[in-house]
């Protein structure tokens, strides 16, 4: 069983301060994607990162992939209410058709005004 | 375009009891999948269809769990009889195909509260 690791699990800051959320997994991943999730509805996938050392940005989010594959952090810069959710990283397994994501437990992460 | 329907959103229901989740996935979509997410935890895989095929039910309970996707669309997901343990968020996914670069689409879920 792969199992992925994120910390912090709670995180509360105010509007405009920097964060960044680690995913850690003793196994290798084919890809790594990162998640996030409102109270009340499914996830919904923010980036996918597939090669190792990989830094991919999206506004104020920057994603890196571990170049051993193995882990991944997000950074948010300037954080602001809307960031507010549950991020949840998920790794992949690719097996020919028995692709599989497994998710870790999330980092929740509230942004106070 | 719609997403991914589920329904009920929400449902409340006596121990030994049984229930049923419904899902539409994106129209187009071959592969659907099936996640019981528990308060504080990740998604977890219980079974995932490629059109009307189970290809991977590896961690759905057999015993009391069962799923069909009848003409490769619309899915459901049954649970007789329910136990206490049972009471999670079921979410339901559909992509085009399976693994990257093929994204997940998830429902809003079905919040399952077992009395």
């Known amino acids: 069983t792969q199992l992925l690791e994120q910390s912090p699990q709670f995180l509360s800051i105010q509007e405009g301060e920097n964060l960044t959320v680690y995913c850690n997994s003793s196994?290798?991943?084919?890809?790594l994607q990162w998640y996030r999730q409102e109270p009340g509805e499914g996830p919904v996938l923010l980036v996918t990162?597939?090669?190792?050392?990989e830094v991919k940005k999206l506004k104020r989010l920057t994603f890196q992939f571990g170049d051993a594959r193995k882990d991944s952090s997000l950074h948010i810069t300037a954080a602001q209410p809307g960031d507010t959710g549950l991020y949840l990283c998920a790794g992949g397994f690719s097996g020919g058709s028995n692709y599989k994501l497994t998710f870790g437990k999330g980092t929740l992460l509230t942004v106070n005004p | 375009e719609a997403g991914v329907v589920q329904s009920p959103r929400y449902k409340i229901i006596e121990k030994k009891q049984p229930v049923a989740f419904w899902c539409n996935p994106i129209s187009g979509h071959n592969t659907l999948y099936w996640y019981l997410q528990n308060l504080g935890q990740g998604p977890e895989l219980l079974i995932r269809y490629e059109n009307e095929e189970a290809v991977d039910d590896s961690q759905l309970p057999k015993d009391r769990f069962s799923a069909e996707r009848l003409k490769g669309v619309d899915s459901t997901l049954k649970i007789q009889p329910a136990e206490l343990g049972d009471s999670a968020v079921y979410l339901c996914a559909s992509s085009l195909g399976t693994g990257v670069p093929y994204e997940q689409y998830f429902g809003p879920g079905t919040r399952l509260t077992v009395t």
């Open positions: 196994s290798v991943f084919s890809s």
């Open positions: 990162v597939v090669t190792g050392g």
